[in-house]
């Protein structure tokens, strides 16, 4: 009887218990009725770092080198054809003047040749005056013995003259007949056999001027005396 009361008994379980205060390695004491209240940890918090502009992208260098050698053809294009169309507009300026002054030139030889002649060269005095013509000039000349009969008259003259060009101007250019009208002022001095100069003579003119298809000029008309039309 004994032995099964001691075995059937229960054992007893004994509470734990532990001193009065917090336990170690807690952060904060327990509050009233036992609970542990935690307490939180700071927050840290990040100071916001200054803006500043936004990242460079790096250019496309190839991109930029082949618009770059564009763009500078494009130039050097323009500047090619600007310097083509000044260097052609030159020459033209260049060629009319250099044209204009051979007009006033054919002009002044053609009435030098009209009005000087020496005694011992009158046929090829009157000669090259003829071979200077063209046109209505050189038919007048050709008619009966127009030529002859000039010469004639120079012999008959016993002197010699002697034509001075005091001035000459280019008056205009048919481009479509290739003539010019040319204004010339001469004097003409004649020296008789015995070498006395008499007064000296002035005469104005105007003087067609014909250039040919080969560039050519030769005397084409004139009106004489004075220039009178």
Do not use: C
């Not at 542990?36 to 502009?53: D, L, N």
């Not at 004097?187 to 001027?209: A, M």
């Amino acid at each position: 009887m004994t032995e099964q009361s001691a075995s059937t008994t229960k054992p007893v379980r004994r509470r734990a218990s532990r001193a009065a205060g917090p336990a170690k390695g807690s952060a904060s004491e327990p509050a009233a009725g036992g609970v542990r209240v935690e307490t939180p940890a700071p927050i840290k918090v990040r100071s916001p770092k200054p803006a500043g502009p936004p990242p460079r992208r790096r250019p496309h260098r190839t991109l930029v080198a082949a618009v770059s050698l564009a763009v500078l053809a494009v130039a050097l294009a323009a500047v090619t054809t600007l310097v083509g169309v000044w260097a052609a507009q030159q020459r033209d300026a260049n060629a009319r003047q250099a044209r204009d002054q051979r007009f006033v030139d054919t002009a002044s030889q053609t009435v030098v040749n009209m009005f000087s002649y020496t005694q011992d060269t009158i046929d090829e005095d009157v000669n090259r005056f003829v071979d200077g013509t063209s046109g209505p000039l050189r038919d007048m000349l050709s008619q009966g013995n127009n030529v002859d009969n000039l010469k004639a008259l120079f012999r008959d003259t016993e002197a010699s003259a002697e034509a001075v060009i005091n001035g000459a101007a280019l008056e205009k250019v048919d481009d479509v007949a290739d003539n010019a009208a040319v204004l010339v002022a001469v004097r003409v001095t004649i020296t008789d056999i015995d070498g006395n100069n008499k007064p000296s003579q002035p005469y104005r003119l105007r003087v067609i001027v014909h250039e040919d298809d080969n560039g050519h000029m030769t005397g084409y008309d004139l009106k004489y005396p004075e220039g009178g039309n």
